[in-house]
């Protein structure tokens, strides 16, 4: 059974150090997704790609977030510096993007916490 | 300011009984709809889906429900049972900037 791998599961660093979270899309898959759960905002998005070019990164901030597609299976987000208000499960998913209807397929999550 | 609204955030119900979760929306571009079931420390998972165009889908003990006019779908799900118990999240799709936009979830706590 196909699956979206996120690496770290779980990520605890100070505030100011920098945090790489890594993702690798189910194979075949064109489309990646970085999203952010918190209590009070449900699943942000923060970034997507659609064949490895990013296509909208609105939802991060930039002064401090970056999102790359090195290849086709592997997606990184990146923080730096990190900040106590970053605390929070990141998710990546990926898709087809060949139909408007295709379910994203969603990661287990980087639980990060800044102290 | 969130285009996807899930207002309830959490909801109990007796096991055999219907679980009924909305949903409401604000973007009229929103073209797919979806519903996605959380576990504690899993990923989402698909649940189901409606086009726009479509006022009900159905897939097992699961229905959801589109009123375009009143921008509001709902999840039906009927028998409730244990497993149910998830967070559950409503999801918007615009086709026109491939965007998905999630509301806030809802945990249902489906009661043996």
């Known amino acids: 059974d196909a699956r979206v791998t996120q690496t770290p599961r779980h990520k605890v660093t100070e505030m100011g150090q920098e945090v790489t979270m890594r993702c690798q899309p189910i194979?075949?898959?064109?489309?990646v997704f970085w999203y952010r759960q918190t209590m009070m905002q449900g699943l942000e998005l923060l970034a997507y790609?659609?064949?490895?070019?990013?296509?909208?990164d609105s939802g991060m901030p930039k002064d401090r977030f970056s999102a790359e597609m090195p290849d086709a299976t592997l997606a990184t987000l990146k923080i730096q510096p990190s900040e106590p208000r970053d605390s929070a499960v990141y998710f990546c998913?990926?898709?087809?993007?060949?139909?408007?209807?295709?379910?994203?397929?969603f990661g287990d999550g980087t639980r990060l916490s800044i102290l | 300011d969130q285009q996807v609204k899930q207002n309830s955030p959490s909801l109990s119900v007796q096991e055999g009984r219907i679980s009924i979760l909305n949903c409401d929306y604000t973007n009229s571009m929103f073209d797919y709809f979806l519903w996605y079931k959380k576990y504690p420390a899993e990923g989402p998972t698909f649940l189901i889906s409606?086009?726009?165009?479509?006022d009900k889908n159905e897939d097992g003990r699961f229905t959801v429900f589109l009123n375009k006019s009143a921008k509001h779908l709902s999840l039906h799900i009927v028998p409730s049972q244990p497993g149910d118990s998830a967070v559950y999240f409503c999801a918007a799709f615009d086709s026109g900037t491939y965007k998905y936009i999630f509301g806030t979830g809802t945990r249902l706590k489906v009661l043996a």
């Open positions: 194979l075949g898959h064109n489309t």
């Open positions: 409606i086009s726009s165009i479509k």
């Open positions: 790609f659609r064949n490895r070019a990013p296509l909208d």
């Open positions: 998913a990926s898709g087809l993007g060949t139909a408007s209807n295709q379910p994203q397929h």
